[in-house]
C-alpha cells in the first residue's frame, strides 16, 4: 500500500521545496559553496597523498589506509568541481565555452582560464591514478609518477582561482589555504629530501 504513495509524497516534497524557496536558497549556497568544498577536498587529497608517501612515521597498513583517504577525497573533490563548473554555468556567470576553454572568459579570461586548466590537469591526474596499473617498468613508473605530481601544479592554480575569481575570501578563509600551502610545501620539501638522500646525491 506505500508504494504507490511514494512518487505522491515525492512530488509533494518537490512542489513544497520549489514554493518555500529552498532551492532558491541552495543554488545561493552552491553557487559559493560548490567551490569552496571542491578546492578543501583537493587540498585534502593533496595532503593525504604527501601523506601515503610516508615511510618514517608510518607503517604500511596506515599508509594503505591514507591511500584509501586520498582516492575518496579525490573522488569527492571532483564531484562538487563538477558541481561547482555545472553551477557557475547555470547562474550565468560563465559560459560553458569559456568553461571548457581556457582563457575565452570574457570578463575574467585570466582567473577563469586557471580553473579550467586546474580542472583538465586534476581530472588528468585522476584518470591516471585509476590506470596506475598500465604504467608497468621503469619508464612507466617515471611517466606515471611525472603525471601524478602535476596534481601540485593544479592544486596551486586552483588556489589562485579561488581566492581572486569569486567573491573576496573571508580571513579565515585566506588562513586557511595559507596554512595547507605552508603544509603541503613543508611535506613536499621534505620527501624530496628524503628521495635525493636514497638515491645517494647527498651524503
Known amino acids: 500500500m506505500l508504494r504507490p504513495a511514494l512518487p505522491a ?33 583537493l587540498s585534502v587529497t593533496v595532503l593525504w597523498g604527501l601523506a601515503a608517501t610516508d615511510r618514517m612515521v608510518l607503517h604500511s597498513g596506515h599508509r ?5 583517504v ?3 577525497t579525490a573522488v569527492a573533490g571532483l564531484g562538487f568541481l563538477g558541481l561547482h ?7 550565468g556567470h560563465t559560459g560553458a565555452a569559456a568553461a571548457a576553454v581556457p582563457f575565452t572568459d570574457g570578463a575574467r579570461p585570466g582567473l577563469i582560464g586557471l580553473g579550467t586548466l ?4 586534476f581530472i588528468a591526474v585522476a584518470v591516471t591514478g ?5 604504467f608497468t617498468g621503469l619508464t612507466g613508473a617515471r611517466w606515471w609518477r611525472a603525471l601524478h605530481m602535476c596534481a601540485y601544479l593544479a592544486w596551486g592554480l586552483a588556489l589562485v ?6 567573491r573576496a575570501a573571508a580571513g579565515w578563509a585566506v588562513a586557511g589555504y595559507a596554512i595547507c600551502l605552508t603544509a603541503v610545501a613543508v611535506r613536499l620539501a621534505l620527501r624530496l629530501r628524503d628521495a635525493r638522500r636514497n638515491t645517494g646525491e647527498l651524503p
Not at 586546474?118 to 590537469?121: E, G
Not at 582561482?161 to 569569486?166: D, E, I, M, P
Request: charged residues 15%; positive net charge.
Open 64 to 68: 594503505l589506509l591514507a591511500q584509501a
Open 9 to 41: 509524497a515525492l512530488l509533494l516534497f518537490i512542489a513544497v521545496t520549489l514554493h518555500s524557496g529552498a532551492a532558491d536558497t541552495l543554488m545561493r549556497f552552491l553557487d559559493f559553496g560548490a567551490g569552496v568544498l571542491a578546492l578543501v577536498s
Open 130 to 134: 585509476a590506470v596506475r596499473g598500465a
Open 161 to 166: 582561482h579561488g581566492l581572486k575569481s569569486g
Open 85 to 91: 563548473i555545472w553551477v557557475k554555468i547555470a547562474e
Open 70 to 72: 586520498h582516492r575518496g
Open 118 to 121: 586546474a580542472a583538465y590537469t
